[in-house]
């Protein structure tokens, strides 16, 4: 990969981007006062409680706590990760993404953008070049026939845009690798092969073609079917990895899924190509494919990002429980309170195809009601083989499963778990919280954000930088030791070296740092403080923290006059602390 996007050009990104502008081509909004609102566009609501900030280019939603700047939205919206979202927000206003030169340890060498669009024009034009041969090869009606005996109707070809890549060697090749330099570019991306005789052929030849798109509708690699004898490939031939294809991080249909729903109530994790685009033709437009790979931590990442249902549909036999059993693990540290992880496992010798076209869709989705819940397999699964009617065994239980139920950040599903576990061991539930490591009452005391003075001071200078100037910059406090100080100090020098920054570009500065959590709440806190006194609100605000500093440290030295005596230049200290804090109390007064 190349190396990382330079930070100016994340802040120059921000400023350019009007968030009302980008939110308001996917979400109606609405003028509120200053501000402006909508329905939410990540949780149903019928009273508008979304709000977007022109000023701030900051949104919040006071119904689900949905907030970030203009970055953070195309992530959620369109499900998109972080580089993708800034090269679809530069895209927007027509900029090369740059990176920043440095150590590139990755065996791929850094690619350009130029690059990139040439690579994605060109797997577009062998989409539409497949989907050609399909009308128009010699083999034509054979594939034709062939789809419609697998009960799939022209416009469910056409959604997918399945196409034929013709039996000869060199169809491909000839038609779009012109010049030396275009068929380079055909076996980089693992289109054509080369022999050693430096001849190239088609590595698609004679199979029904089905383009995989990401996240944002770009053909990126390519999986066939072979029409013909078995003997001539594996049944199913998948594009090998290559600078636009990561089979990791992708999923076959899920492009399609998004563009079907304005909201994806649940997506259904499904083996195969044709399973997808036979439910499909079955009006079950929610199904996606892992491709040739088991399901992977970051398939599960994107899926539970993408809605609030998984259903993980697998064969009932050994493989199939194996690979659920893969799911779940890699599922568990994305399950947050309010999403689902269910599993459907098949009769022998069926798959989705074969079950919806004889039972129909109806029947089907009810198999998809009657899914069992993870929690469910994940004790079927640890228990198996574990003789729970003996003290070893039920040791064993819970040494496999405490490492697991770690992992997930939902409490609710964590006490769900331990109830179960408890109730398997003959343990209270008290007593395995007790084994966690990150015991419950920790989580109970993040989730609670009580507005200290400090995050008072901090919330306004985040959601209004300007006021940093108003007052004194003092970093000698630091040493102090104050909670929260250090980030207020911080925050106060970023915002005086960048006058103009917004509240978008300083959150966006700490997305990777522990931080970031808790100043998007603070960035999202109604103050309720009128635009006349903000001001001097925020100067008392940070007077009272400084004496706070001034007392502590005051505190501190009257400790060690009692314990081990004071310097000459302490007790001057003393006094004059002293002094100043008397002053407070007046000006007070």
Same mark, same amino acid.
């Given at each position: 990969?190349?190396?990382?996007?330079?930070?100016?050009?994340?802040?120059?990104?921000?400023?350019?981007?009007?968030?009302?502008?980008?939110?308001?081509?996917?979400?109606?909004?609405?003028?509120?006062?200053?501000?402006?609102?909508?329905?939410?566009?990540?949780?149903?609501?019928?009273?508008?409680?979304?709000?977007?900030?022109?000023?701030?280019?900051?949104?919040?939603?006071?119904?689900?706590?949905? =907030?970030? =700047?203009?970055?953070?939205?195309?992530? /959620?919206?369109?499900?998109?990760?972080?580089?993708?979202?800034?090269?679809?927000?530069?895209?927007?206003?027509?900029?090369?993404?740059?990176?920043?030169?440095?150590?590139?340890?990755?065996?791929?060498?850094?690619?350009?953008?130029?690059?990139?669009?040439?690579?994605?024009?060109?797997?577009?034009?062998?989409?539409?070049?497949?989907?050609?041969?399909?009308?128009?090869?010699?083999?034509?009606?054979?594939?034709?026939?062939?789809?419609?005996?697998?009960?799939?109707?022209?416009?469910?070809?056409?959604?997918?845009?399945?196409?034929?890549?013709?039996? /000869?060697?060199?169809?491909?090749?000839?038609?779009?690798?012109? =010049?030396?330099?275009?068929?380079?570019?055909?076996?980089?991306?693992?289109?054509?092969?080369?022999?050693?005789?430096?001849?190239?052929?088609?590595?698609?030849?004679?199979?029904?073609?089905?383009?995989?798109?990401?996240?944002? !509708?770009?053909?990126? @690699?390519?999986?066939?079917?072979?029409?013909?004898?078995?003997?001539?490939?594996?049944?199913?031939?998948?594009?090998?990895?290559?600078?636009?294809?990561?089979?990791?991080?992708?999923?076959?249909?899920?492009?399609?899924?998004?563009?079907?729903?304005?909201?994806?109530?649940?997506?259904?994790?499904? /083996?195969?190509?044709?399973?997808?685009?036979?439910?499909?033709?079955?009006?079950?437009?929610?199904?996606?494919?892992?491709?040739?790979?088991?399901?992977? @931590?970051?398939?599960?990442?994107?899926?539970?990002?993408?809605?609030?249902?998984?259903?993980?549909?697998?064969?009932?036999?050994?493989?199939?429980?194996?690979?659920?059993?893969? @799911?779940?693990?890699?599922?568990?540290? *994305?399950?947050?309170?309010?999403?689902?992880?269910?599993?459907?496992?098949?009769?022998?010798?069926?798959?989705?195809?074969?079950?919806?076209?004889?039972?129909?869709?109806?029947?089907?989705?009810?198999?998809?009601?009657?899914?069992?819940?993870?929690?469910?397999?994940?004790?079927?699964?640890?228990?198996?083989?574990?003789?729970?009617?003996?003290?070893?065994?039920?040791?064993?239980?819970?040494?496999?499963?405490?490492?697991?139920?770690?992992?997930?950040?939902?409490?609710?599903?964590?006490?769900?778990?331990?109830?179960?576990?408890?109730?398997?061991?003959?343990?209270?539930?008290?007593?395995? =919280?007790?084994?966690?490591?990150?015991?419950?009452?920790?989580?109970?005391?993040?989730?609670?954000?009580?507005?200290?003075?400090?995050?008072?001071?901090?919330?306004?200078?985040?959601?209004?930088?300007?006021?940093?100037?108003?007052?004194? *910059?003092?970093?000698?406090?630091?040493?102090?030791?104050?909670? !929260?100080?250090?980030?207020?100090?911080?925050?106060?020098?970023?915002?005086?070296?960048?006058?103009?920054?917004?509240? @978008?570009?300083?959150?966006?500065?700490?997305?990777?740092?522990?931080?970031?959590?808790?100043?998007?709440?603070?960035?999202?806190?109604?103050?309720?403080?009128?635009?006349?006194?903000?001001?001097?609100?925020?100067?008392?605000?940070?007077?009272?923290?400084?004496?706070?500093?001034?007392?502590?440290?005051?505190?501190?030295?009257?400790?060690?006059?009692?314990?081990?005596?004071?310097?000459?230049?302490?007790?001057?200290?003393?006094?004059?602390?002293?002094?100043?804090?008397?002053?407070?109390?007046?000006?007070?007064?």
């Amino acid at each position: 990969m190349a190396g990382k996007i330079p930070r100016q050009f994340i802040d120059d990104l921000l400023a350019r981007t009007d968030i009302v502008e980008l939110i308001d081509a996917r979400v109606n909004l609405k003028k509120a006062g200053k501000d402006y609102q909508a329905c939410c566009p990540f949780h149903n609501e019928k009273t508008p409680s979304f709000t977007v900030s022109q000023d701030k280019q900051f949104y919040h939603c006071f119904g689900c706590g949905a =907030n970030g =700047n203009a970055i953070s939205f195309v992530m /959620e919206y369109d499900k998109l990760d972080f580089v993708d979202a800034i090269e679809e927000l530069a895209s927007l206003l027509h900029l090369e993404v740059p990176r920043e030169q440095g150590h590139n340890n990755s065996e791929r060498p850094p690619v350009s953008q130029e690059q990139k669009r040439s690579d994605y024009e060109l797997m577009e034009q062998a989409a539409r070049y497949y989907q050609q041969q399909l009308r128009h090869h010699a083999n034509s009606q054979l594939v034709i026939d062939y789809l419609k005996g697998r009960g799939l109707s022209g416009q469910t070809v056409k959604d997918y845009q399945i196409g034929y890549a013709p039996s /000869e060697w060199e169809a491909l090749c000839q038609t779009l690798g012109k =010049n030396p330099k275009q068929k380079q570019q055909l076996i980089e991306l693992k289109l054509a092969t080369q022999k050693d005789n430096g001849r190239t052929f088609d590595f698609f030849r004679d199979r029904l073609m089905f383009p995989i798109r990401d996240r944002r !509708g770009r053909v990126i @690699a390519f999986g066939g079917r072979i029409m013909g004898s078995d003997d001539n490939g594996p049944k199913y031939l998948n594009s090998p990895e290559t600078r636009v294809f990561h089979k990791g991080f992708e999923l076959y249909g899920f492009y399609e899924a998004k563009q079907a729903h304005k909201k994806l109530e649940q997506l259904l994790i499904v /083996e195969g190509y044709m399973d997808v685009v036979a439910l499909a033709e079955h009006d079950i437009k929610y199904a996606v494919a892992a491709l040739g790979t088991a399901t992977t @931590a970051e398939h599960m990442q994107l899926l539970l990002r993408a809605t609030d249902k998984v259903i993980c549909c697998y064969d009932g036999d050994r493989a199939g429980r194996d690979a659920a059993w893969r @799911a779940l693990e890699n599922a568990l540290p *994305y399950l947050k309170d309010g999403k689902a992880l269910k599993f459907v496992f098949l009769p022998d010798g069926e798959d989705p195809d074969s079950l919806v076209q004889q039972e129909g869709k109806a029947a089907f989705e009810q198999r998809l009601g009657d899914a069992k819940d993870f929690i469910e397999v994940f004790f079927a699964r640890l228990s198996e083989h574990i003789d729970l009617t003996q003290d070893a065994g039920k040791a064993k239980l819970l040494s496999e499963a405490l490492p697991l139920i770690e992992k997930i950040p939902s409490e609710f599903y964590q006490e769900s778990l331990l109830e179960r576990l408890a109730r398997f061991i003959g343990r209270t539930r008290e007593q395995l =919280n007790a084994k966690l490591k990150t015991p419950k009452q920790q989580k109970r005391v993040e989730s609670q954000f009580k507005m200290t003075p400090m995050r008072t001071a901090i919330a306004l200078m985040v959601q209004h930088p300007q006021l940093a100037p108003t007052v004194e *910059y003092m970093p000698e406090l630091a040493s102090l030791g104050l909670p !929260g100080l250090e980030l207020f100090l911080a925050i106060q020098k970023q915002c005086l070296d960048n006058p103009q920054i917004t509240t @978008a570009q300083l959150l966006e500065s700490y997305r990777e740092r522990p931080e970031y959590g808790a100043l998007t709440k603070l960035a999202a806190w109604p103050h309720q403080i009128n635009d006349e006194v903000l001001e001097p609100h925020f100067q008392q605000t940070v007077k009272f923290i400084e004496d706070q500093c001034l007392n502590h440290r005051l505190e501190t030295l009257l400790i060690k006059d009692k314990t081990q005596g004071l310097s000459f230049e302490e007790r001057r200290e003393y006094a004059l602390l002293t002094q100043a804090l008397k002053g407070s109390e007046v000006l007070e007064s």
